[in-house]
């Protein structure tokens, strides 16, 4: 630790209003306060209210901050901040905006009449110590007797009624993602590809070759075949693929973000948005232009300003496994000498640590394990076949997963079927796998039918 500087984790509550933008606004409040900053975060649950039952369910998360401030004197920033945010406190533990805890400062124990750390009560609550198991679960409370982690205590508290899961927001007014809830649906991500030179349906949708109208009428018939997520990508990510500059990938996004604004939003309202981009002017446009989500196959890595931009932002985003480019990804599939799960495993948390150190909060972040990108067919088949093992990979568990294995090249040779447009057989097994595995979200081409698919699949394991 550098000297003068202090190691904190705080609790994080909200109950009241847009939950996720209260509990991101006192985060961001902390980074712009010069005595403090926020080093990472935990996921976000839902937990019921307790002593006062008579209110809404609250979203509780922690963070990690470093601090030049004392206990009592963070304590008075802290509550500065939820002052400013707008709580007002009516009853004791009673319905508030915004709630900030000190859980534990350095090793420290502090005993006063404002303050007591380690918080009160912290090692018999679910809804302290999960959270806390998401940053440092072999970590030990300070006179902890015998010695324990914090994942040991976890362990010992009664089973739930109801296991706590993770909320990953996708869009205001849609449902969040809930990966450890076993009843949830599959989202299914359409694929709405406006280049002339994607893999599979390149030219299809590509304006000025597809005018506003059909695209309008494409997203129309993707919704109606149960698309929760719409998928726009203006570069083409196949090996070797030419690269457009930023503004002609905009041009090609624009358009079908103006048709779908331009559709009822009876029909659009359940639907998130997202952008298939590794640019973050195009990201910040598109937001901008009514986009939720970004979708990187480089989970930030090739272009510098992407996660900073996505702080800014604050918007969800996907972070996918991939080595290298587009462009030389194919040459980088030697996964020894730990392995194939164990090694993306490591890079993708890897990506995680380099997105939360830019700012990113870990309930906004959805992964992608990368089938075809920088993987051989076995190696694809692997991530399928073993994909329940990468989920709980250190790092990266309680995060929600996007699997895409729709027409890819692997599918082809092993069905053998050349033209990628009938490959929709091997597609659903492929995506059949990916459910069975736990994907919160697949990415299709074909709705209607992997719609289908996910319905079956969802009835078989999501029980």
Known sequence: MVSGKHRVFVALGSNQGDRFRNIEAACNEIDNDEHMSVLQTS???ETAPMYVLDQDNFLNGACEIETTLGPLALLDRLQAIEKRLGRRKTIDKGPRNIDLDILLYDDETVEHERLQIPHKLMLER??????LCDIIPHESPPSSHPIRTFSDYLRRLPPPESPLSPLTPLAPGIPPL???????????MSILNVTPDSFSDGGLHHHPTSTPTSIATTIQTHITHGATILDIGGQ???????????????????PALTAFHSLPSSLTSPVTLSIDTYRASVAASAVAAGAHLINDVSAGSMDPDMLPTLVRLGCTVCLMHMR????????????EPLGLIETVGRELAERVRAAEKAGVRRWRIILDPGIGFAKTQDQNLELLRRFG?????????????????????????????????????GTAAAVTAAVQGGAEVVR?????????????ADAIWRV
Request: net charge positive; with cysteine; charged share 30%.
């Open 178 to 188: 809930t990966p450890s809830t076993s009843t949830r649906k599959t989202h299914l």
């Open 43 to 45: 996921c976000l649950y």
């Open 444 to 456: 299709v081409h074909d709705v209607r039918e992997m719609g289908q698919v996910v319905k079956m």
């Open 126 to 131: 679910e809804f302290v110590l999960r959270p």
């Open 389 to 425: 093992e990468l989920r709980e990979h250190e790092g990266l568990r309680g995060l929600p997963w996007l699997v895409g294995t729709s027409r890819k090249g692997f599918v082809g040779k092993i069905t053998g079927v050349k033209e990628a447009r009938e490959r929709v057989w």
């Open 324 to 335: 290298g480019t587009p462009d030389t990804m194919t040459r980088l599939t030697d996964y």
């Open 236 to 254: 083409s990510t196949r090996p070797h693929a030419p690269q457009i500059s930023a503004s002609e990938e905009l041009s090609r996004i624009l």
